[in-house]
């Protein structure tokens, strides 16, 4: 009888061997389809849901991060601000985590708790991060109307609101919507990293 085992991957894996590289600049926006949608229980959304809008900026975010909690209140304001039936602005959010503090039933009660005004859906495939290359939470992309990436990065340049004096998002959709380059495409995310699921494999014998 000849028995081998087959080994269960390490559960701490590198998010590298499980993302794709970094979405480039220009590259087309990685659509999504029917996700389950927090901020409008029994509701999904998809990439299609923004067909009537220049930009859309998608954000990967999650509920337990201090730094995604940190912008909540910012990503309210831009909402505000850039989003809604007679603007050209679309934000949505995706959660992606494995934990159980990030699941559907937490994502509601903390988009009903902060009173999130744009779509915050969850991603259990992972799909969406692994194609943008997203790494951390939270992390932004900027889609011009052509659903090419004009901007990756942070929010803005301090996780302290009252500190930023440089605000890369908004830069973006402003120049986006006028059909520009922003002056900044890219900046270093700065956040919590992705929890990312890995596959087990158990014990097998062949005789």
């Known amino acids: 009888?000849?028995?081998?085992?087959?080994?269960?991957?390490?559960?701490?894996?590198?998010a590298a061997t499980l993302q794709a590289a970094p979405l480039k600049i220009g590259s087309a926006a990685p659509k999504f389809n029917e996700l389950e949608c927090a901020t409008m229980p029994g509701k999904t959304a998809s990439l299609d849901s923004f067909k009537d809008k220049d930009v859309v900026v998608y954000v990967i975010t999650c509920n337990h991060c201090p730094v995604a909690k940190a912008y909540e209140d910012r990503l309210i304001e831009f909402a505000k601000k850039y989003t809604g039936k007679d603007k050209k602005v679309g934000l949505v959010a995706f959660s992606v985590n494995t934990s159980e503090a990030d699941n559907m039933d937490h994502m509601k009660e903390r988009a009903k708790e902060k009173g999130?005004?744009?779509?915050?859906?969850?991603?259990?495939?992972?799909?969406?991060?692994?194609?943008?290359g997203?790494?951390?939470?939270?992390?932004?992309?900027?889609?011009?109307?052509?659903?090419?990436?004009?901007?990756?990065?942070a929010m803005d340049d301090n996780m302290k609101a009252d500190k930023v004096t440089k605000h890369y998002v908004e830069d973006a959709v402003e120049a986006a919507l006028k059909g520009d380059k922003?002056?900044?495409?890219?900046?270093?995310?700065?956040?919590?990293?992705?929890?990312?699921?890995?596959?087990?494999?158990?014990?097998?014998?062949?005789?």
């Not at 009888?1 to 590198?14: E, G, H, K």
């Not at 999130?116 to 943008?132: T, V």
């Not at 939270?138 to 004009?150: A, C, G, H, I, M």
């Open 1 to 14: 009888m000849v028995r081998f085992a087959s080994t269960a991957l390490v559960a701490l894996v590198s």
């Open 182 to 207: 922003p002056a900044t495409e890219t900046t270093p995310a700065v956040g919590c990293g992705i929890q990312w699921a890995t596959a087990t494999k158990s014990n097998k014998s062949v005789n």
């Open 134 to 153: 997203a790494t951390s939470t939270p992390e932004f992309f900027v889609f011009n109307k052509d659903r090419k990436l004009v901007y990756t990065g």
């Open 116 to 132: 999130f005004n744009f779509p915050y859906l969850h991603d259990g495939s992972q799909q969406i991060a692994k194609q943008l």
